[in-house]
């Protein structure tokens, strides 16, 4: 189900809470609505769409196909390459912003099975992720 986005910026930095699987509708609206916002948006956090829980979602271009991701409970648990880069967001009214990112990192996360899993990022892809935690931790850019 596509859900209205949230633009609030007071409930944009609570941070979220531990996803479960009871929180696996919540999942499939966040894809269903960044599937919606496709031409403007790669990544949604749940809180976009008013629920306060660690789940992102994403568009992937790290193999050979572009694909869409979920994930739930993404920690990111090493990082390397700092750089300063600017960043807009779908939430937040305005341009871009200044931010902080890492050219290369590791995300320990949850499927949609509950399994979970360790990956690596470069590029593209590691920044889209890196901006929908720092949703999930409460941090605005």
């Keep these: ?3 209205e986005l949230i633009h609030d910026p007071i409930f944009l930095a609570v941070k979220s809470e531990i996803a479960t699987n009871e929180d696996l509708q919540v999942a499939g609206d966040l894809l269903d609505t960044l599937m919606e ?5 790669v990544g949604m956090a749940a809180n976009m769409i008013g629920v306060k829980k660690r789940i992102i979602a994403f568009l ?3 193999g050979r196909a572009p694909t869409y991701t979920v994930m739930l409970n993404p920690e990111i648990i090493k990082k390397d390459g700092a750089y300063d880069t600017e960043e807009g967001c779908l939430s937040l009214l305005g341009g871009p912003r200044p931010c902080k990112r890492y050219k290369s990192f590791k995300v320990k996360y949850q499927t949609l099975e509950l399994q979970t899993r360790i990956k690596a990022y470069t590029g593209w892809t590691a ?3 890196q901006h929908e935690v720092d949703h999930c931790n409460g941090v605005l850019i």
């Design 1 to 3: 189900m596509i859900r």
């Design 37 to 41: 916002h496709r031409e403007s948006c």
């Design 60 to 62: 992937d271009e790290s």
């Design 127 to 129: 920044q889209i992720i």
